[in-house]
Structure formats: structure tokens, C-alpha cells
């Protein structure tokens, strides 16, 4: 019996063991069950976020998720699962919950739970954008295009004025359309909108590419729009309409289309050749570097952009008084002379011969007929008239059937509103006239007093 008494296994030893047991409450199994649970529980959580961290520096710079080979002994499984084995290299905590080291049934690293996470990114982003445009007025700038699988994506862009009295503009939604006709468009655009309580009644503007679909003044999108809201006014954006008009004066003018030609060549032939190309970069280097030297140039940040800042002022200077008409026609009257000058000058610096410009000019290659119509005709007489002017006369008919009155008047109107120099465009006729002229309904009779 005393033999037994000392066995490990005997029964009385077991019984006394759970005894024990039984009046330590740490060892009761339900508490076994909780502390086990909240070990997995905190294990998963880990493992969760570093998921949705990874979802989150991956979305922020635009990166792809998945790669081409996720499997196991893929040398490369993509951003996504590498990140993540990225992380887990500065953290053991990470590295115990995470791939190999996770469950099967909770790995949370799917395709599916990267979707997830990211349309609760997204939600929560378009609610932030909600609450800073509120019940306020609003614009719409939409355009589709195909993305890599041949799906048509519909891109909507929210441009308003926030709290602090700043223009913003927010990158909203983009949904997938069967098609690009502009009665689905519009449904789809009102679905997005609905679904995040914005109304449509608050728009106010939409901007939209050249399409027909798009800017058709019967059944467009922008049409459509207007039916509901009339004072969603749509202006097909200006800087495109610009360069399509100079595009087509280009084509028009046959020296303005011939040179650009000729420099498409030039371009085609040096961009084709690494050496030529670099050549090319050498001698462009060298060139500013003299001409820093001897201050013929400002160093500094966008020091070098002097004219086409210049340029770009007058241009905007002049669209917003609605003028750019007269800035061709002094262009056309005034500044030939200067032109001329200017190009003497880079001639003579670049060692390229100047013709006589009181010399007779002659067409090569010309018929006899054409020739005794240009006997008389002065080099200056064909480079100003033919070549100067008539890029300039085409410029104006292009720029006269691409810019509506309209849009133009709109334009010129809402630069009284611009901050810019302390609103020293502010024009209180023009703010008057804005309101009675395109947006009556949008004040009571005693504001438009006041």
C-alpha cells in the first residue's frame, strides 16, 4: 500500500491534484478558454493591421497589390505580400502572427480582404469630402477611359469652394459603365451622388471632355444636366479647346505646318539614338552654363521659365477680361516689328544667315504664272503677310469657333471672385451682372440689393 501511496498516477494522487485544481480559480477551464481566446484575438488583430497598413502605404502611393506569382516559392509575390514580409523583418511580434505563421482559416492577406479594406479607405474618404462641401454648390469634372482589363471606368472629380474659402478639388469616385452614352453616364453619376447625399440640384458647373456624348446641346451629358439644374453650366476646359484651336491655325498656315514638320523630323531622328540624344543634352548644358556666366540668364528655381511665365500671364490676364481678340490683333498690328527683331538676333547668335528683307522673294520651284504674281513681292512682304499675319488670322477664326460668347462671358464675369493680387479684379458690376445674369434663382431680391 505504501508503495502505491508514492506512484505519481495513482488514483488518490489524481484526485488530489484536481482538488487543487478545482479551488484554483486561474486553472478552471473556462478561464483556460478565455485566456487562450484572447491570445488569438490579439494575435489576429496584429495580423489585421498590418494588413490594412500595408493596404494603406500601397494605396497612398499608387502602387500595384498583387504580382504575377504569389505562390510560396515565387521569388516575388508581389507589393502586397511583400510588404508585409518587409514588416515582419522589424518586428517579431509580426513576424509570429503573420504568412507561415498564421492560421489557415485567418491569414488575412486575400485579394478579397485587400478589396475590403480598401473600399473602407475609400468610404471613409468620400464621407470626409461630404462633410467639407456640406449643402454647399459643387462642380462635377468627369471623364472614361479603358483601364488594362478593356473596362470602361467613369472618373468623377467634386470641385467646390470649402469653409476657409478655397477652391478644392477631389478626386471622388470611379465606377465601371457598360457603355459611354451620355444617358449612362448620367445615371451613373446621379447613383454615385445620391448614394453620398450630395444633390444635384447643388451643381453648378460640369466639366467634361470634347465628345459629343459629352458636350451635345441636345441629348450630351451636359445637356441632361442642364434639364434638371440650369445652372450647371458646362465649360469644355479651356486649355484644351486652346490647343486644339492652335493645332488647327497650325495646320491651316502651310509654313507654320511645314516647319512643325520638319521639327517632328528633327526630334524623331535625335530622340531615335542614346547618343544623339545625349549628345543633344551636352550641348543644351553648355549652353546655359555660358549663358549663366555671362548673366544673359537668372539661376534659381524656375529662373529659366521667365517667358513662358510671361506668356502664360498675359494669356491669363487676357482670358479673364474676355480679350484675347485684342491681344491677336495688337499682336497682329503692333508687334511685328519686335517679332523681327528678335528673330535677327537669335539668327545672328546662332551664326544662321538673315535674308535681305528688302530682297525680291522667290518660290522655289514655282510655276511661271505663280512667279510673275511674286515679282514684286519683298522678303518682308512674304514673312509678315503670308507667314505672320495669316497665323494669326487663322488663330482668331479657329479661336472665334471653338470659344462660344457664352462661356466667354462667364469666364470674364467670375474673375471679379478671383483672390489673386488681393482681388484686384474684384468688380462690383461684374459680380452684379454674374448674379442677374446666370445664377438669378440663387439670391433672394434683398441680397441682390445688398
Excluded at 73 to 93: C, H, M, R, V, Y
Excluded at 167 to 185: G, M, N, Y
Excluded at 274 to 303: F, H, P
Excluded at 358 to 387: G, P, W
Aim: glycine letters at 4%; one cysteine or more; hydrophobic letters at 35%.
Amino acid at each position: 500500500m505504501g508503495h502505491v501511496g508514492t506512484d505519481q498516477n495513482s488514483p488518490h494522487k489524481i484526485a488530489v491534484k484536481c482538488c487543487e485544481d478545482l479551488k484554483n480559480y486561474s486553472r478552471h477551464i473556462g478561464k483556460l478558454i478565455e485566456k487562450q481566446s484572447s491570445q488569438e484575438i490579439e494575435n489576429n488583430r496584429l495580423r489585421l493591421k498590418t494588413s490594412i497598413d500595408s493596404v494603406r502605404w500601397l494605396a497612398f502611393q499608387a502602387y500595384a497589390f498583387r504580382g504575377h506569382d504569389e505562390s510560396s516559392d515565387s521569388k516575388n509575390q508581389g507589393n502586397f505580400i511583400e510588404l508585409i514580409k518587409f514588416l515582419a523583418t522589424f518586428n517579431d511580434k509580426v513576424d509570429g502572427v503573420v504568412l507561415t505563421n498564421a492560421p489557415r482559416n485567418a491569414k488575412y492577406r486575400s485579394p478579397q480582404i485587400q478589396k475590403e479594406i480598401l473600399y473602407i479607405f475609400a468610404t471613409k474618404v468620400r464621407d470626409v469630402i461630404h462633410k467639407e462641401i456640406g449643402d454647399a454648390k459643387f462642380c462635377i469634372l468627369v471623364d472614361e477611359a479603358r483601364d488594362e482589363s478593356k473596362r470602361e471606368q467613369m472618373a468623377i472629380i467634386l470641385r467646390f469652394v470649402d469653409k476657409d474659402s478655397f477652391i478644392q478639388e477631389r478626386f471622388f469616385h470611379i465606377v465601371h459603365v457598360k457603355d459611354t452614352t451620355a444617358l449612362t453616364l448620367k445615371k451613373k453619376i446621379c447613383d454615385v451622388l445620391s448614394c453620398n447625399d450630395l444633390k444635384i440640384q447643388n451643381i453648378r458647373g460640369q466639366g467634361y471632355d470634347g465628345g459629343s456624348n459629352m458636350r451635345g446641346e441636345w441629348n450630351g451629358l451636359q445637356a441632361l444636366f442642364l434639364r434638371e439644374c440650369p445652372y450647371a453650366y458646362y465649360v469644355h476646359c479651356f486649355a484644351h479647346k486652346l490647343q486644339l484651336a492652335l493645332v488647327a491655325a497650325s495646320r491651316e498656315a502651310k509654313s507654320v505646318h511645314q516647319f512643325f514638320e520638319n521639327l517632328n523630323f528633327i526630334i524623331n531622328i535625335v530622340v531615335g539614338s542614346s547618343k544623339r540624344n545625349d549628345e543633344l543634352q551636352s550641348a543644351q548644358v553648355a549652353e546655359i552654363e555660358s549663358m549663366i556666366a555671362s548673366n544673359e540668364i537668372e539661376t534659381g528655381r524656375g529662373a529659366n521659365q521667365i517667358v513662358l511665365d510671361t506668356i502664360s500671364k498675359e494669356g491669363t490676364n487676357y482670358s479673364q477680361r474676355g480679350d484675347a481678340e485684342a491681344a491677336y490683333m495688337n499682336l497682329r498690328k503692333e508687334k511685328w516689328e519686335h517679332f523681327l527683331d528678335t528673330v535677327k538676333s537669335f539668327c545672328e547668335k546662332n551664326e544662321i544667315d538673315v535674308p535681305d528683307m528688302n530682297a525680291r522673294y522667290t518660290r522655289a520651284r514655282s510655276r511661271s504664272c505663280c512667279q510673275n504674281e511674286e515679282s514684286f513681292m519683298t522678303m518682308e512682304h512674304h514673312f509678315r503677310i503670308d507667314v505672320f499675319i495669316a497665323a494669326i488670322d487663322f488663330q482668331l477664326q479657329e479661336l472665334d469657333n471653338r470659344f462660344s460668347e457664352h462661356a466667354v462671358e462667364l469666364l470674364r464675369l467670375n474673375a471679379a471672385l478671383s483672390p489673386q493680387d488681393a482681388y484686384k479684379s474684384f468688380k462690383i458690376d461684374d459680380i452684379c451682372s454674374l448674379v442677374e445674369k446666370f445664377y438669378p434663382q440663387d439670391f433672394t431680391e434683398q441680397e441682390k440689393i445688398i
